[in-house]
């Protein structure tokens, strides 16, 4: 497993992060889910990310109990904040008492005294962006969260997030954690670049397109049982992607993956790590098979033919609108 730096900061983090969104605590059973963590544990992964609105928070329960006992000062811990996490109207969005509480929360949850990057899980237009940067603020100077970053956020909100902790002397954000994949290309238009001058990383997730790049979705057919496009929770996300158009296109790209001597989803994994603003590509697993297929993509080095091949082949299909999110 290669390691890369986080932004300009001095955290390292492993290329392919494990991720628990959907699965643990939901889709996933408790023993299933302890599995495949020790499996990314083996693998060399040591960057986990998770957020608490995951599973109705019951995803960072699973994660903290697989990680009880493992060195701390080993692995890398993510978490975000944004989402509601109960019915009042301060359990959600970047207000302070929010941010705070959540924070708190996390931690119990985790078992843990800290985390190592604690993200804003969108952006929040309802609460001034001071009042959200001083909160993360606060938290890193209390020794309770390591480095700030967000998700999802737009050029034009890194660069007020980046000048505004520059004005109020507050720790800048380090990374964006924002959708990428072979289909998914929104980030290159904008998000990269003001990333790359502001000296923050991308942290991706669906380096696989929610499973469809694997090749298990086929054109003009129903999706198969107990997947992702079937499942009541994660279903929704991916269904923008089950065009027979797309999935047709897919089809044709699973011999470029078999002459480069990769699996479809070690193509995907490995193309997204091409780019040099990616700092980790999150996988997500079921089976403790999943991680160790995916890991496989680690220090794959992709020529430029054949990184042509796969956009010749994906042509027309490609999302590449900056204003669209994922």
């Known amino acids: 497993m290669e390691h890369r730096r986080l932004g300009r900061s001095g955290?390292?983090?492993?290329?392919?992060?494990?991720?628990?969104?959907?699965?643990h605590g939901d889709q996933v059973e408790r023993e299933q889910a302890l599995a495949c963590v020790q499996a990314a544990l083996d693998e060399g992964i040591t960057t986990f990310d998770t957020a608490d609105v995951y599973a109705g928070t019951r995803a960072e329960t699973v994660l903290g109990e697989a990680l009880d006992g493992v060195r701390r000062e080993s692995y890398e811990l993510f978490t975000k904040v944004f989402w509601p996490t109960g019915p009042g109207p301060n359990d959600r969005g970047l207000g302070r008492k929010h941010i705070i509480e959540s924070c708190h929360a996390s931690l119990r949850r985790l078992r843990t005294d800290y985390v190592d990057l604690y993200q804003a899980h969108r952006y929040d237009p309802t609460v001034p962006l001071e009042e959200t940067l001083r909160a993360f603020d606060d938290l890193v100077r209390a020794g309770k969260v390591l480095y700030v970053g967000v998700s999802e956020w737009s050029a034009a909100q890194i660069s007020d997030a980046v000048r505004t902790a520059d004005e109020l002397g507050f720790d800048r954000i380090i990374s964006n954690q924002p959708q990428y994949s072979l289909l998914w290309r929104t980030i290159e238009a904008e998000v990269i670049p003001?990333?790359?001058d502001a000296g923050i990383s991308q942290i991706v997730w669906s380096p696989v397109a929610?499973?469809?790049l694997t090749g298990k979705y086929r054109p003009g057919q129903p999706p198969p049982v107990d997947t992702r496009a079937t499942s009541t929770t994660g279903g929704r996300f991916i269904q923008r992607l089950l065009g027979d158009d797309v999935l047709a296109r897919v089809q044709d790209l699973l011999p470029v993956a078999a002459d480069a001597g990769l699996s479809p989803a070690q193509l995907a994994v490995a193309w997204v790590l091409q780019n040099d603003n990616v700092a980790s590509a999150i996988i997500g697993a079921s089976r403790p098979e999943q991680v160790h297929e995916n890991v496989r993509a680690s220090g794959v080095k992709l020529d430029p033919d054949l990184l042509a091949r796969i956009d010749s082949v994906l042509d027309g299909v490609i999302v590449t609108d900056p204003t669209i999110v994922g």
Request: proline residues 0%; neutral net charge.
């Open 11 to 23: 955290l390292s983090v492993s290329e392919i992060s494990y991720g628990n969104w959907i699965t």
């Open 210 to 212: 929610q499973g469809v």
């Open 194 to 196: 003001t990333s790359r």
